[in-house]
C-alpha cells in the first residue's frame, strides 16, 4: 500500500473545524488540564494516550458525568486485562441517556420506521415515562442489580426501552434479533441465565410477515432461569399463555429510579460471532460504556442536540448498542426495522431523507451494493441534512469512498471506521476535523493507543501489522461470562503480546497518521512469506460486475505448499468462463500482485456469513482442511449452512 503523499478526498472547511465538538474540547482542555493547544488533532490525540487519566478525568467533566459517590482515583490500575476505572464512583447509564428529556420533553427522542419508511416520533418525555414505568414493573417483578434480562426484538422502540429500564434497575441487558433461530439464542441466553424475556410475535422484513411464536416457545422451554415472559404484539396477536403484556408494563405515570450502581458494574453482554464454538459472552461496564461512547459519539461523530443519527443495524449487532448510546448525547436517534434494501436497494437513503439523519452509518457491503446497482443518491433523494456517511462491519474498499464523493455529494465526510464488538466501540475511524484519503480510516481514536506490531512486538509504520492497543479502554470487558478465571478473555486478546490487547486484524498506520485495514489476521493469507489481508483481494475482485461476492482462503499443505483458492458467487446472468478467469486474474495482478492470484478461482452457490453479515473465512479454511462440518463450525451462528457443504464436499473431493 503506497502512503506517499496521496490528494484527500474530502478536507473539512475552517468553519466545520471551528465548530466541531473536538476543536472546543481541545481549547478546554489546554485551559484547564494543560492539553496542547495547538497542533490539532495529532497533539491531542498524542496527550491522550500520554496523559491516559487526565484525559479521561477531562471527558468527564467535559459532557458532564454525574457521579453519585466521586472517584478515588482515574485508574487504579491500568494492567491488561484488569484495568480498574474510577474506582469508588457510582453512576447509572440510563439515567444520563435520558437527560434530554429535562430540557426537550416534546422534541423526539426515538424516530422509529418500518418498511413503510414513515417516521413515527417517541418523544424524550414519553420515553422516560415508558422507561420508569417498565423499571418499576421490573423491580416488582423481583429483578435486582446484577440480574439479567434478555429481548428477542428487532430494532423498535421497545427495546430501547426495555435495555433503559434494565440499566435502570442495575440489571444486566442482553439481545438477539429475531431472525436468529431458536439454537443461536439459546447458545447466547443460556450462558447468562436471565430471569426476563422481552419477546415479540414476529417481524416484517422484505415486505413479509415472520411468525415467530413457535421459536419463542423453543427458547422459553429450554431457559428454567426465566421468571417472566413479555409479549410485544408486532404483528398483533394475543400473549401466549402465562406471558405479560408490554402495554400493561408501561402504562403508569410514575418518576424514574435509577439505581446507583459501582462504574465497573455490568451494563450488557455482547456476543461474538460464534463460528468457530459457542458465541464468548462480553461483559461490559456501565461506567465503561458511558465514558467511552461519550467520547465516540460526542467527538468523534460530533454529534449534538441538534443532529439525527441513523445506523442500518440490529439488536444482534453491537452497532444497535453503540446508536441507543446516541441518547448520551442529546441526539435524535434513528431505528429502522425492517429489509436494508426493500423496496428497491435505495431504501437506506430514503430513510436518511425522510428522517433528516446528519450522520447516517451502513455496512461497507451496502454502498458497494448501491455501487453495483447504479444507484444515484444524491440525484433520487435530498441528502442536504447528511453530514457524514459513516461505513463499518468490513473496511470500505476505495471504490466505495469515490462512490459516496461522487453520488452523494463532493462535500461529504465518509468516515469509515473499525473497532469491534469487544469493545463496543471504534479504534480508529472518525475525526471531523482532518482530511479523508480514499481507502483509509482517519486516525486512532482518542485515549486509544493504536499500533501496528511486528511478531516481536516492534511498531512499524507504513507496513503491514497486527493491530493492537497498549493501553487500557474504559469499554474492554470487565470479563467474560462464565470464564472464572479469566482464561478465555485473556487467551482471545492477550496471549501472543503479554500485556497488550492484539485484536486479530492486519493493519497499516501511515506516517500521516491515518490507518488502513487489511482484513482479519487469523485467516491471513501467506505467501513465500508476505502476508496479504484478504480484504484487498475483495476489493480489487468485487468491482468486476459479473462478481457478486468472493471469499479468499489460504491453507497450509502437508507437503509444505500452500494452497489459496479463491470462490466467486456470481452476478445473475454470469459465467466463469476463460475471459472473465484471465480478467480476474489481471485485475488482481494489476491492483496488487502477482502474489495475490489465487491458484484456483471456483465458482460456487454463495458466500457464508455470520448472523451479522461477516464473511466467514476461518470456518470454510477449516472445512478445506478436512475438520468435520460439526467441528469446523457453529451451526446456529450462520446465515446459511447449506452453502458449507458445497466447501465440505471439495474438501472431500481434494483428500
Given at each position: ?611 451479522t453479515g461477516k464473511r466467514i473465512e476461518v470456518p470454510v479454511k477449516r472445512l478445506l482442511q478436512g475438520t468435520p462440518l460439526e467441528k469446523a463450525v457453529n451451526a446456529g451462528s450462520i446465515d446459511n449452512l447449506d452453502l458449507l457443504h458445497f466447501y465440505e464436499d471439495l474438501a472431500r473431493k481434494r483428500a
Amino acid at each position: 500500500m503506497s502512503t506517499v503523499n496521496p490528494q484527500p478526498l474530502w478536507q473539512p472547511d475552517p468553519q466545520r473545524i471551528a465548530r466541531s465538538q473536538v476543536t472546543r474540547f481541545q481549547a478546554w482542555a489546554a485551559e484547564h488540564h494543560g492539553a496542547p493547544a495547538d497542533g490539532g488533532y495529532p497533539a491531542l490525540h498524542r496527550w491522550s494516550v500520554d496523559e491516559l487519566e487526565t484525559f479521561w478525568k477531562a471527558v468527564t467533566q467535559w459532557f458532564d458525568v454525574r457521579f453519585s459517590t466521586p472517584c478515588t482515583r482515574v485508574l487504579g490500575d491500568r494492567s491488561m486485562p484488569g484495568a480498574e476505572w474510577f474506582p469508588g464512583a457510582t453512576l447509572n447509564y440510563a439515567e444520563h441517556a435520558l437527560r434530554a428529556a429535562d430540557t426537550r420533553a416534546d422534541e423526539p427522542a426515538l424516530l422509529y420506521v418500518d418498511e413503510t419508511h414513515e417516521p413515527q416520533p417517541v418523544t424524550w418525555s414519553e420515553l422516560r415515562r415508558q422507561v420508569a414505568s417498565l423499571a418499576a414493573e421490573l423491580r416488582t417483578l423481583g429483578v435486582r442489580p446484577g440480574d439479567r434480562v434478555s429481548g428477542y426484538l428487532p430494532n423498535i422502540p421497545e427495546a430501547v426501552v426495555a435495555l433503559l429500564a434494565t440499566a435502570a434497575v442495575g440489571a444486566v441487558w442482553t439481545s438477539c434479533a429475531p431472525d436468529f433461530g431458536a439454537r443461536s439464542v439459546l447458545d447466547r441466553f443460556q450462558q447468562v441465565e436471565p430471569v426476563i424475556l422481552f419477546a415479540v410475535d414476529g417481524y416484517r422484513y422484505g415486505g413479509k410477515e415472520h411468525d415467530r411464536r413457535e421459536t419463542v416457545a423453543d427458547i422459553r422451554r429450554e431457559l428454567p432461569s426465566l421468571r417472566a415472559v413479555v409479549h410485544i404484539p408486532l404483528l398483533g396477536t394475543a400473549a401466549p399463555e402465562g406471558a405479560l403484556e408490554w402495554s400493561a408494563l408501561t402504562s403508569t405515570d410514575t418518576d424514574p429510579v435509577f439505581e446507583q450502581v459501582p462504574f465497573a458494574h455490568p451494563l450488557w453482554v455482547l456476543y461474538s460471532s460464534g463460528t468457530t464454538g459457542l458465541p464468548k459472552a462480553i461483559v461490559q461496564s456501565q461506567g465503561g460504556i458511558l465514558v467511552e461512547h461519550l467520547k465516540q459519539l460526542g467527538l468523534h461523530c460530533d454529534l449534538g442536540p441538534e443532529d439525527r443519527f441513523f445506523w442500518y443495524t440490529s439488536t444482534g449487532w453491537m452497532m444497535w448498542n453503540f446508536l441507543v448510546s446516541g441518547l448520551l448525547t442529546g441526539t435524535t436517534v434513528v431505528l429502522y426495522d425492517g429489509s436494508p434494501g426493500y423496496p428497491d436497494t435505495g431504501a437506506q437513503w430514503r430513510v436518511a431523507e425522510r428522517t433528516g439523519a446528519t450522520l447516517y452509518g451502513t455496512s461497507a457491503a451496502y454502498v458497494m451494493a448501491c455501487r453495483k446497482a447504479d444507484v444515484h443518491p444524491g440525484r433520487d433523494f435530498d441528502l442536504s441534512k447528511v453530514q457524514c456517511v459513516a461505513t463499518t462491519g468490513s473496511p470500505l474498499p476505495p471504490d466505495g469512498f469515490r462512490w459516496l464523493h461522487d453520488e452523494v455529494r463532493e462535500d461529504l465526510w465518509i468516515a469509515s471506521v473499525s473497532g469491534g464488538t469487544d469493545v463496543c466501540s471504534c479504534f480508529a475511524g472518525a475525526v471531523p476535523t482532518l482530511p479523508v484519503y480514499i481507502g483509509e480510516l482517519q486516525a486512532p481514536g482518542l485515549g486509544t493507543d493504536l499500533q501496528s506490531w511486528d511478531p516481536n512486538g516492534e511498531p512499524l509504520l507504513d507496513e503491514v501489522g497486527e493491530l493492537v492497543v497498549t493501553n487500557p479502554m474504559p469499554s474492554m470487558p470487565i470479563h467474560f461470562w462464565n470464564d472464572p478465571d479469566g482464561s478465555r478473555y485473556h487467551d482471545s486478546y492477550f496471549d501472543t503480546y503479554p500485556g497488550v490487547w492484539r485484536h486479530g486484524d492486519w493493519i497499516t498506520v501511515t506516517s500521516r497518521g491515518s490507518v488502513v485495514i487489511h482484513g482479519r489476521s487469523d485467516s491471513t493469507l501467506n505467501r513465500q512469506g508476505v502476508r496479504m489481508g484478504s480484504a484487498d483481494i475483495y476489493e480489487a475482485v468485487e468491482r468486476l460486475p459479473e462478481i457478486k461476492e468472493s471469499l479468499v482462503i489460504g491453507i497450509e499443505q502437508p507437503d509444505g505448499g500452500y494452497w489459496m483458492p479463491l470462490f466467486v458467487h456470481l452476478a445473475p446472468g454470469a459465467a466463469l468462463d476463460p475471459a472473465l478467469l484471465d480478467r480476474i486474474k489481471q485485475t488482481i495482478r494489476e491492483n496488487l500482485s502477482p502474489r495475490h492470484i489465487p491458484d484456483e478461482v471456483i465458482e460456487v452457490p454463495g458466500i457464508p456469513h455470520t448472523l451479522t453479515g461477516k464473511r466467514i473465512e476461518v470456518p470454510v479454511k477449516r472445512l478445506l482442511q478436512g475438520t468435520p462440518l460439526e467441528k469446523a463450525v457453529n451451526a446456529g451462528s450462520i446465515d446459511n449452512l447449506d452453502l458449507l457443504h458445497f466447501y465440505e464436499d471439495l474438501a472431500r473431493k481434494r483428500a
